[in-house]
């Protein structure tokens, strides 16, 4: 019984984290460029790709994508925030280091797809940081 209370706490405290990030995210002005219509925008959007020289194939979900002002956006969701012991800018730094190869995945993704250019970013919504990374 005191699991299944503490469960339920927890539960309650993801919910309002959750609560939290949205109500940040959409008062947020790149947060709301990022929710806003655009043109070819999708959201958990699936691509396949062959690897291996087509022996066998992968599949990506891409959290956000959208083209605005002629350039292609991925936007990678990440629900985290910093540890006690960093400040915002080391928090970015590291996330930035430890996502940048996935990000340059997605990118050559789209470049197949489509002659945009192709620009990419972290968004973490419990505090309303965008965060663009250089893709190659």
Known sequence: RDVERSRGL???????????????????????????????????????????????????????????????WIIDYKFTRPTEQETNAQFEQRQMNYYKGQLNHYASLYRQMGPEPVRCALYFPQIAMFSPITVE
Do not use: N, P
């Open 10 to 72: 927890g539960d309650v405290y993801k919910r309002q984290g959750l609560a939290s990030a949205i109500t940040l995210t959409v008062k947020d002005s790149k947060g709301q460029w990022i929710l806003a219509q655009h043109s070819q925008a999708y959201c958990e959007q699936s691509l396949s790709y062959s690897r291996d020289s087509g022996e066998s194939f992968g599949m990506s979900v891409i959290d956000r994508t959208f083209i605005d002002a002629g350039i292609r």
